[in-house]
C-alpha cells in the first residue's frame, strides 16, 4: 500500500525566530520511502539535519522576520496491515530491561507518574499483567475522557486529564502513558501520521496525530487511547517521554501559525 | 586536595524491588579517583553497571525481601579552587548551540517552562545577557525563597516553588533552572557530593547535594541558587532534566529507607 | 435610561435534576426594575425563590427528564452614567472594615491568594495606595493576558490566569481580585448583563458579564479587568467569592445546555 | 464531665499586624461554659468581638510591634457520650435542602469538587446512600492516607491528598469533605479542642484538631477521616467552607508563631 504523505505549514515573525521541527519521517521508516522526505522552506534557509537524543530526525532552521512556509510531499511503502498486536505479550521485570527503556517508566513534564501511581494501582492492578494490562488501561481512558478539539490546552497534564476528564488526543496518551509507567510498564510518546485510511470516522481537519508505544517482551508496541482500536497506516515520524519531546514544531520565540495542512491519503500504486 | 568521599544507605523491603542507583562518581571525574568507587550492597546481590542515556554512571540491581545496605568510601583528587566562573561567559544562540544541549531548554517534571515563562521574562529581561543574567537569576532565587528542611516536599515542582516560596536545595535549582529555559539558556540538573569544605557553615547532617549547570560560551558552568556561592569540592555524580533524572536511588516498589550517611571530607594528604 | 434585559436557556436532561439559578437582578437593583423579574420555565416546574448567603436572589428547581426552558425578559431604568470612580478612595486599615467584609480578603476556589501573594507585593507594592493600586492591577491584568473565548476553561484558576496569561472574562477577574486581596484589598467577583450599551465593540455573542468589585473607603466599586474601561449600563445578578458562589445556574447532575441566549439593549423609552 | 480548654500562643511581629482569631468555643456550646471564654491578650489591646458569616465567634484585634500573647483557660461541661451517630440517616435530595446548607455542597480553596467529582463517583457510587456513603468514604480516605506531621503543607488541597496520600488531619478531612459534596452531601469543615479524653492514643503535643460535619436527615453530624472513630470530648469552635474560613489565627501581615501550646483536659467535676 502506498501512502501520500505532505504538509505544509506557514509560521509569520516579528523577529528571528530559530525553530527546531520533527517534520520528517521516523528513521526506522526511512526504508519505506518512494521518494525523499526532505524538508522545504520558502523563503529558502539554511536547515541543519540532525538525529535528537530520542533518536528521531529533526531539523534546524532560523525563520527570517516576516513569513515562512514549512513544506514537503513524499510517499510511503506501507504494510497496509493494523497496529500488530500479541495478546500474548508479556511484562518484562524492571531489572532484564534494556537500560535504555528505563527513562520510559519515569515522571516527565506531562505525566506525573508519582502522583498517579496509587490511582493506577487501584484502578488496574486486578487486570491480568501483560498485553491485557495495557488494554485495560486504553479501555478506561477510552470511555473515561470526552473527545474535543475544544478541550486542547497545551498546559493539560495526565493530572489535569484525569480530573477533567476532557481533551484531544495527546491528552488520552498522556494518561494511558502515566498509568502504564506507574505499573511499571515502559511507555512512551508517539506522533505521526494517521489518516483515515482502513476504517470510517467522520471527516474532520487532518493534522497529525498521537499514539503511545508500550515496552513489552522484546519491544515497542504501538497503542492507542483515543481511538482504541488498531488502525492502518500510521506513520510514525518521533517518539519521547511526552508531547515535550514530539512537537512538530518548537519555536524559540514568538511564531504566529498562520496555515497549517497536512496531507495522508492512500495512493492507488 | 584529596576528598574522602562515600555513603551507608539501607533500605527494609517486603518482597524483590528493583533498585536503579547513581550512587558513582559521575564518568567526567573518574580520572581523579585515588581508589575504586564501586557500589557494594550486604547482603550481595548482582549488580548491572551502565551508562544512562544521560551519561551518568548508573547500576541496577534486585532487593531481596529484607533489608539491603548500599556503601562505598572512595578516595578523589580535587582541584581545592572554588566554582569556575567567567563572568564574560556569553549566552549562544540556539541554531549554534550543540543539538545534543537543546533538551536543556525544554519543559521537565518539576521544571514547568512554559508555566513560567512570562515571568521569567517580566523579572530577567533586563538584566545584562549571557553569565550576569544567570546570576541575576540565582540572586532573585536565593533571596526570595527560604531554604528548611520541614519544607522538603517531593511532589514540588519549580511552579510550587515560586508560589510557596520555600523549600530545600533542590527546590532552588528547580526554579532556576526553568527560569534560564525561558530565557533560552540551556540548564540541567546536578547532583553528587559537597561537604563543607572551604566555607564555614552551620554544620547539618550531610547529605548529597543539588546544583545546577548551564550552558554558556562552550561549555557547562557550576550554579548553585541555593548557597549561591563559589563552593569547593563538589564531586559531580549525576546530571539530567530535573530531580527526576537524577535521583540517587529509584526504586521500584516501596522501599524504606533506615539508614542514610554521606561522607565528604578532606583529607590530609 | 431604559434596558431591555433577558434570557433564554435551554437544558436537556436524562433524569430529574436539581438547578440553582442566579438568573434574577441583584435586590439591590429591584427598585430599578419597571417590569416584574420572575423567571419562567417551560415546562412549568415549581420554582422556590430565596435569598442566598452572599445576598443574591437565588431560585431552586427541580429540571424534569427530558428538555426545559427557562426565560425572562424584563426591563430595567438605569442611570446611564458610567461605573462610578473615585480616584482618592482610600484603602480601609483591616481592623477597620465591616466584618461581613472581611471573607473577601480570603482564599476561595478560583482565587488562590496565598499562592500569589508574594507575586501581588513585588509587582504592586510600589504602586500608589487605593484607588490607583486597584488601577495598576487592572492595567497589569489587562495588559498582560489575552482573552479569547477558545481559551475557556471551567477549571482555570487565578495562578491558571497568571501562569497561562490567557483566558475569558471570568479568568480577568479571577486573578485581579487575587491580587487585591493578596494586597489587603477586600474583591468579590460579580456578574451580571452588560450590553454593548455607550461603547463600540466588535460585535459578540451575548452572553452574561464577569466584573469585580473591590471595597474602598465606606463602599463597595466597579471595576473590570477585562474591558479596563469605565462602562454604561451593567446590571448587577450576583456577587460572591468567586466564579463558584456566582454561576448563572448550576445543575446537581448532568444537564447539556442546549440553547444558551441573553439579551440587554437600550430602548428608547 | 468537664473539660478544662486552654492555649497560650505568641507571636512576634516588625510592625503593626491585624489579627483574626476563632479561638472562642463555638456559640452552639455556649450554655455549657461553666467559666467565662474570653481572649485575654498581654500587651491588652483591643478585641473587637463579633459572629462572623459563618456564625462563628470571632475576635478582630492589632498586634502591635514586639511580641503578643493570646491566652485563655476555661471549662466547660460535656456530655461525655462519644460523636453521635445514626446509621439509619439519610440523604436529603437537594431541592429539600435548607439553602443555607447549598453553599456546602460547593467548591472551595481547598476542596475542589469539580476536579474529584469523578473519582467519587467511581469510588462510592455502589456505597449505601446516606450514613453508609458517608462511613464509606471515611473509611476510604482513613485507609489510603498516611498521617504524618512531616507531611504539613498549608497549600496541600484536597486533589493534593488525593494525588500524594499522605496529610495532616486537615488535610484528611479536606478530601473526605471533597468527596461527600461530589456525592451531593452537604459536609463542612469543622475545628475545635479534641484531646486525649476516652481514648488511649500514642501521646502526641496537644494542637487543636481537625474534623468535619456532614448533613443528613435534618441535621449537622461528627464524622472524622482522620481518627476515623467516635470520639468523646469534641469542643467545637468553628465551622466552614475548609481551613481558610476555620483558621484559629488569620494575620493579615507577617507574624511569627514563637509559642503554641493547647490544653483540653478532663477535669474531675
Known amino acids: 500500500m502506498l501512502i501520500r504523505l505532505g504538509y505544509d505549514i506557514q509560521f509569520e515573525t516579528a523577529g528571528e525566530v530559530p525553530i527546531v521541527t520533527l517534520l520528517n519521517v521516523h528513521p526506522s521508516r526511512k526504508q519505506d520511502l518512494r521518494e525523499p522526505d526532505e524538508l522545504r ?16 530526525h529533526a531539523c534546524r532552521l532560523v525563520a527570517p522576520p516576516g513569513k515562512i512556509r514549512l513544506q ?43 502522583l498517579l501511581s496509587n490511582t493506577a494501582s487501584e484502578l488496574f ?49 498522556h494518561l494511558a502513558i502515566t498509568f502504564c509507567r506507574a505499573l511499571n510498564i515502559p511507555a512512551r510518546y508517539a506522533t505521526g501520521y494517521l489518516g483515515d485510511i482502513g476504517v470510517v470516522l467522520p471527516p474532520s481537519p487532518m493534522d497529525f496525530s498521537a499514539w503511545f508505544e508500550v515496552y513489552l517482551e522484546d519491544r515497542w508496541w504501538t497503542f492507542d487511547a483515543r481511538h482504541n482500536m488498531r488502525r492502518i497506516g500510521r506513520v510514525l515520524m518521533a517518539t519521547g517521554r511526552d508531547a515535550t519531546d514530539c512537537a512538530i514544531t518548537t519555536s524559540f520565540g514568538r511564531a504566529k501559525l498562520i496555515n497549517f495542512q497536512v496531507t495522508s491519503d492512500e495512493v492507488q500504486g
Open 41 to 56: 522552506t520558502d523563503p529558502a534557509v539554511k536547515i541543519e539535519n540532525y538525529q535528537d537524543t530520542f533518536g528521531n
Open 72 to 114: 514537503n510531499s513524499t510517499l510511503i511503502e506501507d504494510s497496509g496491515r493494523p497496529d500488530l498486536e500479541d495478546p500474548a505479550a508479556r511484562e518484562i521485570p524492571i531489572d532484564r530491561l534494556p537500560p535504555d527503556v528505563l527513562p520510559y517508566l519515569m515522571n516527565s513534564r506531562y505525566c506525573e507518574v508519582d
Open 125 to 173: 492492578w486486578n487486570a491480568p499483567r501483560g498485553w491485557q494490562r495495557v488494554r485495560a488501561v486504553c479501555d478506561w481512558v477510552h470511555s473515561k475522557v470526552t473527545f474535543g478539539y475544544e478541550f486542547s490546552n497545551p498546559t493539560r497534564t495526565a493530572l489535569g486529564v484525569y480530573t477533567e476528564r476532557v481533551g484531544v488526543c495527546r491528552d488520552f496518551q
